[in-house]
């Protein structure tokens, strides 16, 4: 073999590398020496910039049992991610030529685990599987930094899909965490963390699990899929009929069948109904009447509600709504 021929080869195997592994391969190559060597430089191509910071730092690498290694308390993927499929390629790089890049732990102080990770989980499950120790960099974390290295590795590998990210900095506003920290561990502004958190908050979770990480999928594609979703009060159900015989083969083509399905929905008559209408009252008094359109929820407040009011409301409107989405979170959990 020549060795032009030798390079387009070795390309084309770091290709089907980087393909999703729910997708198999389209062609395999003979070569399974080049396959060894395309998984070993996957497991390279996992170590950015955060990491380069940390042993620059001269933080010291451990060798540890990964039972004792805790997960994250905020998830950053959808389910099945670490699933021995999702894994595959990196348990075989493993097995071959060791754990090339080392993950991050922090010590887990009052936790039922010696350790928590911060980053490199699906290393941990490699080396679970493998039952061999896993290779990690300790580092002393409060919880704020750890969440932001814990975003900001995946940032920088551009890890995470659109929807895994809004997701994501909807489960840190759950936990409590400001809007300057889910902004870092996403490495994007405070404007653009709104607008996921608006998504990710009209997309009950359940339904996004269903769709799936949907790799291919960014924001306007999303917020035309949640302007349909939230004007179908069934819309979580129609989607879950509309998937509910196809296989997770491509997670692309579940959002697409998804969307096709609310459209198709969204464009069948719709049933008139009178506009509901609620009071808000204090002490006797009648603050606001609330109505239900179909363009969502309106308050009209009074004439006798002064403007401070108002602006008091205004100011304590992203506290009020962060209880409100923690209060759903615990009785769904209940």
Not at 33 to 57: C, N, S
Not at 316 to 321: F, K, S, Y
Request: hydrophobic share 40%; with cysteine.
């Amino acid at each position: 073999m020549s060795r032009k021929d030798s390079r387009g080869m070795f390309a084309n195997v770091l290709g089907q590398l980087d393909q999703p592994s729910a997708t198999p391969p389209q062609a395999k190559t003979t070569s399974p020496h080049l396959l060894k060597v395309a998984a070993g430089v996957r497991q390279i191509q996992e170590k950015g910039e955060v990491l380069d910071r940390l042993l620059k730092d001269g933080d010291h690498i451990v060798d540890v049992d990964p039972d004792d290694v805790a997960p994250s308390t905020i998830p950053d993927r959808f389910d099945g991610a670490y699933d021995d499929s999702a894994i595959e390629d990196i348990a075989a790089s493993i097995s071959e030529r060791g754990q090339i890049v080392p993950g991050l732990i922090r010590p887990f102080k009052n936790g039922p685990k010696p350790y928590q990770i911060v980053f490199g989980r699906r290393r941990l499950a490699a080396a679970k599987k493998l039952g061999l120790k896993f290779r990690a960099i300790v580092r002393e974390l409060t919880d704020e930094e750890a969440i932001v290295f814990q975003g900001e590795e995946n940032a920088n590998r551009n890890d995470l899909s659109f929807i895994e990210k809004c997701a994501f900095a909807l489960s840190q506003e759950q936990a409590g965490y400001k809007r300057d920290i889910i902004s870092a561990s996403l490495a994007t502004g405070k404007s653009h963390i709104s607008e996921m958190l608006r998504i990710a908050s009209a997309v009950p979770r359940t339904t996004m699990l269903v769709i799936g990480s949907a790799p291919d999928i960014g924001r306007r594609r999303w917020i035309e899929f949640v302007d349909i979703f939230v004007a179908r009060p069934d819309a979580a159900e129609c989607v879950e009929e509309a998937l509910s015989e196809v296989k997770r083969s491509s997670e692309t083509d579940r959002f697409a069948l998804a969307l096709a399905a609310l459209k198709t929905a969204a464009s069948k008559p719709a049933v008139i109904e009178t506009p509901q209408t609620a009071e808000i009252r204090a002490n006797g008094f009648l603050l606001a009447t609330v109505s239900y359109p179909k363009s969502g929820p309106r308050i009209s407040f009074t004439k006798a509600v002064p403007t401070s009011f108002v602006d008091f409301l205004n100011d304590r409107m992203e506290t009020l709504h962060g209880e409100f989405l923690q209060s759903v979170d615990n009785k769904s959990k209940g």
